[in-house]
């Protein structure tokens, strides 16, 4: 069947960096774009960004320009999120997301990152 | 960027009633929204697209509908199930952006 398997809970310390994963499987990873959603504890969905799966060519939401960067694993059919210099505010789950047309039909798990001195 | 302000925050329903949850957009998205549920520590589960079309194994209770700038999801006949959290998500233009949610919980 078709999903998406994100990595594990990260715990990090102010300034570190985290790299997430999100293997898809059940389907061609190329022929569909991956998007990431941000969703900080008791807060709404927050959209990213997303990244072409065939050209690896990625558009960031404003807010996310700089410390963020999706990055792809083609042959192992794995997105990549990583946020360098993590801050206190970064904590949050973090979910990828597959685009078909305009709506995303399939959700990876979420990937809690906890950021704390 | 078009900003999507989604009405009320927070509705207390019984099992049994029927609800509407708004969506209004900040300028015309010509039905490219999307409706989506999420469950306490659960990710979110397509509803709707493109405004009216419900997604594989929703529940004909669900109903998406509107135009232009205004949007609404409806809930028939709440089932216990149908207790979560709501949003609303455009995708007319990047950024796509949500609505705030909307948070449904037993009366």
Redesign the interface.
């Known amino acids: 069947q078709i999903q998406l398997v994100q990595s594990g809970p990260e715990l990090k310390k102010p300034g570190e960096t985290v790299k997430i994963s999100c293997k898809a499987s059940g389907y061609t990873f190329t022929n569909y774009g991956m998007n990431w959603v941000k969703q900080a504890p008791g807060k709404g969905l927050k959209w990213m960004g997303w990244i072409n799966t065939n050209t690896g060519e990625p558009t960031y939401a404003e807010e996310f320009k700089g410390r963020f960067a999706f990055s792809l694993e083609t042959s192992a059919s794995t997105a990549y999120l990583q946020i360098n210099n993590l801050k206190n505010e970064d904590t949050a789950t973090y979910f990828c997301a597959r685009r078909v047309g305009q709506y995303f039909d399939v959700w990876g798990a979420g990937t809690t990152v906890t950021v704390s001195s | 960027?078009i900003q999507m302000t989604q009405s009320p925050a927070s509705l207390s329903v019984s099992v049994g009633e029927t609800v509407t949850i708004t969506c209004r957009a900040s300028e015309n998205i010509y039905s490219?929204l999307?409706w989506?549920q999420?469950k306490q520590g659960?990710?979110?589960?397509?509803l709707v697209?493109?405004a009216t079309n419900l997604?594989d194994g929703v529940p004909s209770r669900f109903s998406g509908s509107g135009s232009g700038t205004q949007y609404s999801l409806k809930i028939n006949s709440l089932q216990s199930e149908d207790f979560g959290?709501y949003?609303c998500?455009h995708?007319w233009g990047?950024?796509?952006?949500?609505?705030?949610?909307t948070k449904l919980e037993i009366k």
């Open positions: 960027d490219n999307a989506y999420q659960k990710s979110p589960q397509l697209y493109a997604a959290s949003y998500q995708f990047t950024p796509w952006t949500f609505g705030g949610g």
